[in-house]
C-alpha cells in the first residue's frame, strides 16, 4: 500500500471535547466546520480531521507537521504543549518522504526529516529506531543487490530512507498497541469532526497556503 499520513497523534488526553474551541486553542485559523464523517489520515491542503480513538487525540492536517518541525517552537506548537502538557505528542507526515517530530513532557525529542536526503535529524535515537539495522530492513536479496549497484552514499539514503519510515509506524504504536500499518481496513473508519479553510483557495504558493492555516 503506498501510504500517504498526515497525522498528529496525542496520547491519553482524557475526556476532551470536540469542538470549535478545541480546534481554535491549538492554532487553527480560519476552518470551518463541515460535517461528521469517518477519519482520513491523507487530507487535502485546508482539511482538518480530528477524532478520538480510546484516550488518544488524532488530528489530520497536510500541513501541520512543518509547525513541529520549525527549528523554534511556533505558536502552534505551543498551544498543543500548553494543552497537553503531560502528553507525547507525534506528529507524521508520510507520503514523498518522512517527517515527523516527537514531544515527551512538552519538550522535542526527536525530529527527522528524510526525503531525497537528510534535510533535519534532531535529537537522540529513541528505542523504536536504535535495533533497526540493514539487516532488519531488507530482506538478504534486497540488501545484496543493493550493496552491489549503489554507491556508499546512496545505499546510506536508502537505508535512511528505510529507517525513518519503519521507525515512524513502530512510534504509531505506543498510541494503538499495534502499528498504523497492521490495522484490518475496518479499524481505520473512526468517528470523526471535519473542518475546512476556505481562505485557502486560489491560493497557488503552498508557502501561504500553509502559514494561512495557523495562528502566528
Not at 488530528?59 to 527549528?71: E, G, R, S, V, Y
Not at 531488507?138 to 554507491?151: A, G, P, R, V
Not at 509506524?169 to 502499528?179: N, P, Q, S, V
Request: glycine share 6%; with cysteine.
Amino acid at each position: 500500500m503506498g501510504w500517504k499520513i498526515y497525522v498528529t497523534f496525542i496520547k491519553d488526553v482524557g475526556d476532551i471535547e470536540i469542538n470549535d474551541t478545541l480546534i481554535k486553542s491549538l492554532g487553527f485559523k480560519d476552518f470551518e466546520f463541515i460535517e461528521k464523517t469517518d477519519f482520513s489520515e491523507r487530507p487535502q491542503s485546508g482539511e482538518l480531521y480530528i477524532s478520538k480513538y480510546k484516550s488518544h487525540l488524532l488530528i489530520a492536517n497536510a500541513d501541520l507537521i512543518w509547525q513541529f518541525t520549525k527549528p523554534d517552537i511556533t505558536k502552534t506548537v505551543r498551544n498543543f504543549i500548553e494543552k497537553f502538557p503531560s502528553s507525547e505528542i507525534f506528529s507524521l507526515n508520510l507520503g514523498y518522504g518522512t517527517y515527523y517530530c516527537l514531544i515527551e513532557n512538552g519538550k522535542k525529542i526527536r525530529v527527522r526529516e528524510v526525503g531525497d536526503e537528510i534535510h533535519q535529524d534532531f535529537g537522540e535515537q529513541i528505542p523504536e529506531e536504535i535495533n533497526l539495522k540493514p539487516e532488519d530492513l531488507f530482506d538478504e536479496n534486497e540488501l545484496n543487490f543493493m550493496k552491489e549497484e549503489l554507491s556508499k552514499e546512496e545505499f546510506e539514503q536508502q537505508y535512511q530512507s528505510n529507517l525513518a519510515f519503519e521507525t515512524a509506524f513502530e512510534l504509531t504504536k505506543r498510541f494503538f498497541g499495534i502499528r498504523y500499518d497492521e490495522f484490518d481496513i475496518k479499524d481505520y473508519q473512526f468517528d470523526s469532526l471535519k473542518y475546512r479553510n476556505f481562505k485557502i483557495d486560489g491560493i497557488r504558493d503552498s508557502g501561504i497556503q500553509t502559514e494561512m492555516q495557523f495562528e502566528q
